[in-house]
């Protein structure tokens, strides 16, 4: 907090005094984690629990934990934003101090792996098989509307298998964010056959890049 008395210059507000938008209004966006109760229900236990002890397991446990959200302090920090020119960062002043989300606080809420692509990982794999199963063309990645046939369908597969699909599951409903009929990068879809491949992707540099970037595109509307 600024000292009494000390005059601090800050960057402008996004909002003016008095023409924030309303609470009754809400951002756009589409990570649901509401979503996740069908997948625990089509992969199974065994599957449901592995994945949660994944690199991505934290999405789970906090749809397990079912979070109480305080609109009131959500709108607040949200519209008392500052305006900043770097767009892979949000400010708000909060009681005359400014406080910052980027990639850096992302990693350490979420515990996700924010380490830098690694230029010389040049993973692939035959994904037409399995990408048929799904009934996916091998030329795209999955969306959720084909990904929900799936996991109602599921139940008898193997437990790579299942857990593959999980692994989609939860990179279009809270890596990726994704509207229902938008489609995982086959690129890094295709990570989900082979778990070495998937546990050292730095799926937190994919998470807080997908929130920024639709978070400044929409912001509140």
């Not at 999980?166 to 990068?185: D, E, F, K, N, Q």
Request: net charge neutral; proline share 5%; aromatic share 14%.
């Amino acid at each position: 907090m600024a000292p009494s008395g000390t005059e601090t210059n800050y960057p402008q507000l996004l909002y003016p005094k008095g023409k924030a938008p309303s609470q009754k209004k809400s951002m756009s966006y589409y990570s649901y984690l509401s979503n996740f109760q069908m997948v625990q229900e089509g992969v199974g236990n065994d599957a449901w629990d592995d994945l949660k002890e994944s690199s991505v397991g934290v999405f789970l446990s906090f749809y397990e934990s079912a979070p109480i959200w305080s609109a009131k302090l959500v709108h607040y920090i949200l519209t008392h934003q500052l305006i900043v020119k770097k767009y892979y960062e949000i400010w708000s002043l909060i009681d005359c101090q400014p406080i910052r989300l980027s990639l850096i606080e992302f990693g350490e809420i979420t515990g996700l792996n924010i380490e830098p692509f690694n230029v010389e990982d040049t993973f692939d794999v035959d994904h037409r098989d399995f990408w048929g199963e799904l009934q996916v063309s091998p030329a795209i990645g999955p969306n959720l509307v084909e990904l929900r046939k799936v996991v109602n369908s599921c139940s008898k597969w193997s437990f790579e298998k299942r857990r593959s699909v999980g692994w989609l599951c939860i990179l279009h409903i809270a890596v990726y964010g994704m509207a229902p009929t938008s489609r995982i990068p086959l690129e890094t879809a295709k990570r989900v056959l082979d778990a070495g491949a998937f546990e050292r992707y730095p799926w937190g540099r994919i998470a807080c890049k997908s929130f920024l970037v639709k978070y400044n595109q929409k912001l509140i509307i």
